[in-house]
């Protein structure tokens, strides 16, 4: 069977689904092609149900660090109630209201497993053991995402380890848990099932966490692990894994020389892009690689205007929100190339996703909450900007004191003395996850500082660490 249509979008994640959707409103016909569910990876396994299990904790917290609701909570939470409302928001990775919008957006739907077969051409097989090819008259559009990677750990493969995905749909507390890896999943993940009454164990192969932040905000979250009761071991790594038979624990054997006992491992050391059995050979690409793109998410490495990807796979924001982003440029080139009008990259029009070279936003929900957008001080000066940091603890600020008492942040501009904008900052505290979209809009629209210095916050918010912030730079 062969059917044809305007676009053939393979993978059904948010980045997916926004493209599919777009293309539709443009006034073309789109295909989602799915293997798994509908709504992807963040929707049932990943950002979704591991925001519902941290915020239970985080709620807590707020609530005892104010006198007089303090007071008020004194009871643990209760895991069985915290597994419950997760599952509320992921229905157990039942996809049908989203299919139910596919359908209602007008985008055909095809589940099974996509491949490329040519230019223009997708095979999918399906459940049944029949192929369906899909046919292409303008696009296809892969975002497959990426999947995590194992480290190189005898046994690791032959204990049942988790990765993301069990780490977030887990339907029980584990008394002992050990935690490879020392990025957002694990310092996320070691915070919500500590919070849940896990004792933690993070094995970190570096020096500090979330290497590729500001260092304060390592720091801050190294601090705010160590309160919770979270032991980190830095640069200690785990080199053979075994799990008992009888008693179904893991002996963890590190390269310092200690054993640890715990009842589940979690690797989160990293992922790869789902592109191993995607039929990148017959387009004259190989297998397994990242899928290089310009700013109109069409894949650089291969002739014409017909393969596009978007979202993780293509490697440059690997976060769901850049990848709906992505999908809203990318529709948006295939619709202007479908009507025979050049999609042109750069100046931040509708079809260039050139925002993620500028501003990509990103959040982690650990206690304190972290959050950055644009360049860290060192990637701005590595890039030749001529560059002035300013820094302020969020705590001095009123609203800040009153929002909780024992609140502790700090707040980080870096600034471009050049153009006087600002091109990055890293927020941690309460509510810094909240706070950052402030950057991302004065990064984005390069405002100036001077003019910054008009946007007045309102008494008393935490959100007046702007004018502090000025203020330090000497407005």
């Known amino acids: 069977m062969e059917d044809t249509y305007d676009v053939v979008v393979v993978g059904g994640g948010p980045g997916g689904e926004v493209a599919a959707d777009r293309v539709v409103r443009s006034g073309l016909t789109a295909v989602v092609v799915e293997a798994e569910t509908v709504g992807g990876e963040c929707s ?65 739907l095809v589940r099974g497993h996509g491949r490329l077969a040519g230019e223009r051409r997708v095979e999918v097989s399906r459940a049944d053991g029949t192929v369906r090819t899909l046919r292409a008259r303008r696009a296809v559009v892969v975002s ?26 887990a339907d029980a507390v584990p008394e002992r848990l ?43 979250v190294t601090r705010g692990l160590g309160d919770l009761g979270v032991t980190i071991r830095f640069g200690v790594s785990a080199v053979r894994v075994a799990r008992d038979a009888d008693t179904r624990t893991v002996i963890v054997d590190t390269d310092d020389g200690t054993a640890l006992v715990c009842d589940e491992v979690l690797a989160a050391v990293g992922r790869r892009p789902r592109t191993g059995d995607l039929g990148l050979e017959t387009v004259g690409l190989p297998a397994g690689d990242w899928l290089p793109v310009d700013d109109t998410c069409r894949v650089t490495a291969v002739g014409g205007d017909w ?27 295939i619709a202007e190339r479908a ?25 982690v929900f650990t206690r304190p909450e972290v959050a950055s957008v644009g360049l860290t001080e060192r990637a701005a000066r590595e890039a030749g900007l001529a560059v002035r940091a300013v820094e302020y603890r969020i705590d001095d600020v009123a609203g800040a ?75």
């Open 401 to 475: 004191a009153l929002h909780a008492d024992d609140y502790r942040g700090l707040a980080k501009l870096v600034v471009d003395e050049t153009r006087g904008v600002v091109v990055g900052c890293t927020l941690t505290g309460p509510m810094a996850t909240e706070l950052i979209h402030t950057a991302t809009v004065a990064i984005v629209g390069e405002v100036p500082l001077e003019r910054l210095w008009h946007a007045v916050p309102a008494f008393p918010t935490v959100s007046e660490v702007w004018l502090r912030l000025l203020e330090a730079y000497g407005l």
């Open 307 to 333: 393969l596009y990807a978007v979202g993780d796979v293509n490697h440059r924001a690997p976060l769901t929100h850049m990848a709906k982003y992505q999908a809203r440029a990318c529709a948006a080139a």
């Open 178 to 220: 050990v935690v490879i890896g020392g990025g957002v999943v694990a310092c996320e993940m070691a915070t919500a099932w500590r919070s849940l009454g896990s004792s933690v164990t993070l094995l970190v192969r570096d020096q500090a966490l979330l290497t590729g932040w500001e260092p304060c905000a390592g720091e801050e």
């Open 44 to 108: 049932y396994r990943a950002c979704v149900p591991s925001k519902a299990l941290l915020r239970p904790g985080a709620a807590r917290a707020a609530a005892r660090s104010v006198d007089g609701a303090r007071q008020a909570v004194a009871a643990a939470l209760d895991p069985a109630r915290v597994l419950a409302r997760r599952d509320r928001f992921t229905g157990r990775g039942d996809d049908t209201g989203q299919a139910d919008w596919l359908d209602g957006a007008g985008i055909a």
């Open 144 to 169: 497959t995402g990426t999947e995590p990677v194992l480290p190189p750990v005898e046994g690791l493969d032959g204990i049942g380890v988790w990765t993301s995905r069990q780490a977030t749909t």
């Open 339 to 363: 009507a025979g009008r050049p999609a042109r990259t750069g100046g931040l029009q509708p079809w260039s996703a050139e925002a993620e070279r500028v501003a990509v936003p990103q959040a």
